[in-house]
């Protein structure tokens, strides 16, 4: 699943080094998966990782996400993983300038992958795990059947259809809640209001549904340029 691993810090054994004061000696350490996307997971450092803003300590991310080592290195994952060139360290003071500063209507756009990327994910798990379902119950199906066939006695096949039906509460996969409570974690920590001092999390409304409202009922910050 790991594709290359690199290690970032302020120390001079790691794979890439920062040397900027407020980077810690082993900062983060980001995989490149198989799939094109990293994994970016914080080793306790003193300033923390950021992924669109948000601290985290493990996440998966996409080379659209922003990744930010303490308060001001922003990376470039691909640029890092020397996927693509150009410069690793992105300018964090960069930003489009603001004529209004509650225009957060570029922002918010990026955020409709996010939904729409959560919803694709939810269905997949969602459908692996019916499939594997109807597979087991198939299988538990055909054993009072075989029974039945075998010794030609009513009693035993009730038995077996009983046995059978305990058996099948025993088997329900508890993994696919495990992957939903994760994707839901993770969804929790990006569909999330742009503003900075806000972050509030959007719910499980649409994003069309927070297009249409036009701001964030939290903070104000202007979702559609229509409400500008
Ligand atoms: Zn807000």
Not at 48 to 60: A, E, F, L
Not at 63 to 72: G, K, T
Not at 100 to 120: M, Q, W
Not at 196 to 214: A, I
């Amino acid at each position: 699943m790991i594709k290359k691993t690199i290690t970032v810090g302020r120390a001079p054994e790691n794979d890439k080094v920062f040397n900027l004061p407020d980077i810690s000696g082993k900062h983060a350490r980001i995989h490149l998966l198989e799939d094109g996307m990293f994994k970016v997971e914080d080793l306790n450092s003193a300033n923390g990782t950021y992924v669109n803003g948000y601290r985290i300590k493990s996440s998966t991310v996409s080379a659209d996400d922003e990744v930010r080592l303490s308060a001001n290195l922003i990376i470039d994952l691909p640029v890092l993983f020397e996927i693509r060139q150009g410069t690793i360290v992105k300018d964090a003071n960069a930003q489009p300038n603001k004529t209004n500063p509650n225009d957060f209507t570029k922002e918010f756009a990026k955020l409709e992958k996010v939904y729409l990327d959560y919803k694709k994910n939810k269905k997949k798990i969602l459908v692996t795990n019916q499939r594997k379902q109807i597979f087991v119950r198939t299988g538990f199906m055909a054993i009072p059947l075989v029974f039945t066939l075998v010794f030609r006695n009513i009693h035993i096949s009730g038995a077996s259809i009983v046995l059978a039906g305990i058996a099948q509460l025993f088997t329900g996969n508890m993994k696919h809640l495990d992957k939903l409570e994760e994707l839901d974690n993770d969804f929790k920590v990006r569909y999330v209001c742009p503003n900075d001092k806000c972050r509030q999390f959007l719910s499980h409304n649409s994003w069309t549904v927070w297009h249409n409202t036009g701001e964030c009922p939290r903070c104000k910050a202007i979702f559609n340029k229509e409400k500008l």
